[in-house]
DNA sequence: ATCCCGAGGG
DNA sequence: CCCTCTGGAT
């Protein structure tokens, strides 16, 4: 790892000490059907929908026969509320018919599931069994971008990329590091350069700018300055 | 108005 | 590569 990975990492941990999976579930199903439902959501929503849920189906043969209009009723404030209940129960089917109730622990099993893409199985791979990997949202692709990655943009690409330049870190929590600051200070339109740890290591704060939302970020800094 | 810790489908 | 699906937050 280079010094200056090592640096970025320290510095964004120290910023977000209480970084991790706000979805706090034990139970790999749960916090897969949770993880589901935090599409395009706060996590605060389905937290609010999650008990009655897991009341009525605590598992995969519960929600595998659920009713259709009371699944939807139920999580109906996460919004994508029939797309949602589409996969939760065809999910539900496949883990009882392929995987025998039981969450698989390998990536490529997971993303089999409908309703399941690589963001959602590595989530849970990472919080669920404690495989490492990392997880790579909207957020994350934007930092890496910012952060001066210009190599392929597509997830997978930039998962390998993060994965080489942090060996041997623990890529679950180094993932939820990365989203905390994507969330809470290097937002997509207006990010909080003035509240970066590693203002100072970006090259998307200083000079040489690509990205256009972080570079009108730049004009508003200066501006202030 | 614009974005969100996405995924599937055309 | 584009679109759609939903509701809430800012």
């Known amino acids: 790892m280079t010094r200056r990975a090592r640096r970025t990492y320290r510095l964004l941990a120290g910023r977000y000490p209480d970084a991790r999976c706000e979805l706090d579930f034990g139970d790999p199903f749960q916090l897969l ?67 025998d109730g039981r969450v698989p622990r390998r990536l490529q099993d997971l993303v089999t599931l409908p309703g399941v893409g690589r963001k959602t199985a590595n989530v849970v791979l990472g919080d669920a069994f404690g495989v490492p990997g990392i997880t790579v949202d909207t957020h994350v692709g934007r930092l890496a971008r910012r952060l001066g990655w210009t190599g392929e ?49 970006c090259p998307s704060y200083g000079a040489g700018e690509t990205d256009p939302d972080a570079a009108a970020a730049l004009v508003r800094t200066e501006a202030r300055a």
């Open 33 to 99: 059907v949770a993880t589901i439902l935090s599409a395009q959501t706060t996590d605060r929503r389905v937290n609010g929908v999650t008990p009655a849920l897991f009341a009525r189906y605590p598992d995969a043969r519960a929600l595998a026969s659920a009713d259709r209009a009371e699944v939807e009723t139920i999580i109906q404030p996460t919004g994508f509320f029939r797309a949602k209940t589409d996969s939760l129960l065809k999910m539900a089917s496949a883990l009882v018919e392929r995987f």
């Open 153 to 201: 943009q597509d997830p997978v690409a930039v998962e390998h990329a993060i994965g080489a330049l942090f060996p041997r870190r623990d890529w679950t929590h180094l993932s939820h590091v990365l989203i905390f600051h994507g969330r809470r200070t290097c937002h997509a339109r207006r990010p909080a350069c003035g509240a970066c740890p590693v203002a100072t290591l």
